[in-house]
């Protein structure tokens, strides 16, 4: 890398920023990648195609509006400038973040507005831009249900193999398992859905019918589905939100103070009362932080819910059987995508997405908010 | 970290009856655990491998596109899906990549106040946002407000919303890691902090950030949702990004599940396992090229991960 003087690359670093800044409208997308020989201000060009509010994009601006003090000030123009690109890339961040907020609901406004339905109460999903009539009740209650069920499924086996890997196995091997489950969460959801439904749902069958003998339990009512059912959707779900509970269980349990595990041993337990004195107790936040960024997961999880669950017919009762199939948030969003041609009906579906938005943002809030506070306490 | 040996020799000895009882137990289960979750994995790899061999071997799946191709022909490829998701991945690289190692840099090297706060508050949030949200935004902006029409850019875009997190929270870690000596080093020198940034804490970090992209490239790839709702498939090759209907390996896949349902609703036909035909004269190579096209997807998502896994045994600062 040829060394350069730090005032020219200033200079350079400014007018290249005041060029940018006067380009804002007609973002330049050249493909500039990172490469850390490229001036920075660079990259605040590559960064605004993306600048959907430029209001969000103040600070860099702020930082060269100050180019012109003099001398004395030049090493520090170079901090501010960059500075400034760095805040100014956070703050697009959290721009972006209010940004989905705020266009879901202004996109979903006329519809929900329009709505004959009560939004929140009612079982109705039609679209019919004469007369809207559309409520979340079904959505929310497949949404919900099969989430929970790939939970309750993946947390307990997550816990094993977290403990597995850092209590158990011997290092080497650790490392070899850990790479295993990430490897379940690099395959691709599509894929997921495509073996949920035409390799395991059919071999689950026979499970299906064993819970049938138990139909005095609403859940296990047989609602005539063979296939595509909320179960089958929830075990296939908790396969995939396996490894980020696993990573958080795993991160957690490896961060146990080691005097804590010698003072256990010392104690004379057993490993298991080791891990029960030790290991878990510290561990606990972390695992239903874990748990329930699994949840999050789970509840937007589009297109393997989409290719497994089949849609029960319109205007059939409402069940709370998990043999019955139905259509998430997500997966009603999808399997509707193509008539999205109406702004009216396309707000329907906004509207039920910003529904999915808040619930996934509440999940995700309260499982960060969690392991923030144990991260206080430590 | 891990276990600590000497002790257990002790508790070996220890336990007895209900405990000892309890102690395998547990033993039994964790391993039982990770039993169950091995067989998933390997049945679903063993499946895509299995049924999508014979389509991806066969001559021209990756030089050719599916023009012109319906379910009962023979033939075709997956070049024009391959290249669809090469752009679209690649444009969405290169929004993300600068603007999140921008915020980790923000976040490791000015962090501490307010800002920093809420960025990384934001930052998880984004990464549990559900791409389906991730597509509804985009068009709700590009296709809804300002009339856009279904293009593989707006796919791209709302794969940035996904990419970014990903590449903020490895090169966080990165930058974290890098010593704080070698930046004292460097201000002990007169260099400002910029330049300390640019020149000694970013070129230290590069290959666990080159790690971090290359797995955020790696998640983004197989993401359906966003493609579904914001450009649609076509079986002909387009390489422009910016407008007209293109192809991508989910998106082909979707395509073909679509014709396989076609072919199992009555009027069409399949051939059975032995490569008989069922009801009716008119085979159905939907499942071929299916399980074929998923093959080339986890092929090539698999390829990254090592990748990247390569990548990070160059670590400066993690060795």
Redesign the interface.
Known sequence: ?PERD?MT?DEIGARRLAAGQDEVEPPT?A????H?HQE?PV?LS??E??A?DPLHDEPPVVGAGETSIGGSGR??I??R???G??????????A??A??AV??V??AWPALSDDKSNFLLSRDWSTDTSTLRFGIVDLLWATVVVSLIAMILAF??????A??I??????RV?KG?A??????A???????G??GI???APKLRPVQRFFYHLDFIPLFKNRGFATGTIFDGGIVLA?MI?PIM?AISRDVF?RTP?HN??AA??L????????RLAVLPYGRAGVVSGAM?GL??A?????AIT?ILSKPATGSPFTTSIFNGGET??SK??NN?AE?ES?KS?GA??AA?LV??VL??L???AA?AIVNRKKDFV | ????SA??L??AK??SGS??F??S???V??????G???V??V??LY??IDRGWKAVTSAGWFTDTQRGVTFSDKGGGVWHAILGTLEEVA?C???S???????A???V??GGGW??R??T??????????????A??I???F???FNGQFAGVYAS?AL??LM?PVI?RTSEEMLKLVPNELREASYALGV????T???IV??TA?TGITTGVVLGI?RV?????PL??LVKYTPNLNGNLFSGFQASL?LM??EQ?NN?NQANSGTAYHLDANGNRVAGAVANYA?DR??GA?LT??AI??IL?LIA?FVGRFNKVTQ
């Open positions: 890398m730090a690359d997308i493909g500039e990648s990172v850390h920075k990259l590559s960064s195609p993306l959907i090493a520090r170079g901090d400038i960059f500075r690109l760095a805040g100014g890339a956070s703050g697009l961040i959290i972006l973040v940004l989905i266009f879901l202004i996109k307990p086996i997550s816990i094993g193999i403990l597995f850092t209590q158990y196995a011997p290092k650790s398992v790479y295993v489950i990430d490897l379940l690099a395959i691709p959801s599509i894929i997921y495509i073996w035409t390799v395991l396969v396996l696993t490896a080691r595990i010698e041993w010392a004379g337990a057993t490993r298991w009362e080791m891990i960024l999050g997961r509840l937007g999880e589009t297109i290719l948030f997500a969003i999808a995508a999205f702004a396309a579906y906004i997405g999915l938005f996934t943002f999940v995700n809030a960060r | 970290m891990t276990t600590i002790p257990s002790l508790s220890k336990g405990r000892k309890k102690n137990l547990a033993t289960l964790v391993y039982l655990a990770f169950i979750a091995l998933p994995l049945w679903l499946t895509v444009f690289a290169v929004i990549v600068p603007i999140a190692i921008l915020v840099i923000y976040l090297e000015y800002l920093a809420v960025t508050f934001m930052v998880d949030i984004l990464t549990g946002v559900p791409s389906i949200v991730a509804l935004f068009y709700a902006v296709l809804a407000t875009l940035v919303l970014v903020v400002p902090k910029w330049k940034i640019y020149r970013l070129p590069f790696a790839a197989g993401e359906t949702a579904l709702v989910p896949i979707k599940v396989l499942p299916m399980w998923a997807l986890i998502v698999m991960n896994r």
